[in-house]
């Protein structure tokens, strides 16, 4: 299986939690669909202190994984939205 692209999309979106409204991560998404996953290497800007877990409300919004070989974490429906 082909790996996702090292340098990725250039469009940017901020992810928050869907509890509390705090910013958790600048990713760099492709594509027009719902985000369903994120890639570590696409991340740029990192708000969390524990891995997949809001800084503010300590809720749990994705789960630690490896897609297509590469590490990602795996987004739980409605737990997190973007803008």
């Known amino acids: 299986m082909a790996k996702p692209n090292k340098k990725g999309p250039v469009r940017t979106v901020d992810i928050f939690c869907n509890n509390c409204k705090q910013q958790l991560y600048t990713y760099r998404k492709g594509g027009k669909g719902a985000l369903v996953k994120c890639f570590k290497e696409r991340i740029t800007k990192d708000f969390t202190v524990e891995p997949a877990t809001c800084p503010e ?17 795996k987004i739980i429906g409605g737990k997190v939205f973007m803008k």
Do not use: E, M, S
């Open 57 to 73: 409300c300590q809720q749990v919004f994705a789960r630690d994984t490896l897609i297509r070989g590469a590490p990602a974490y």
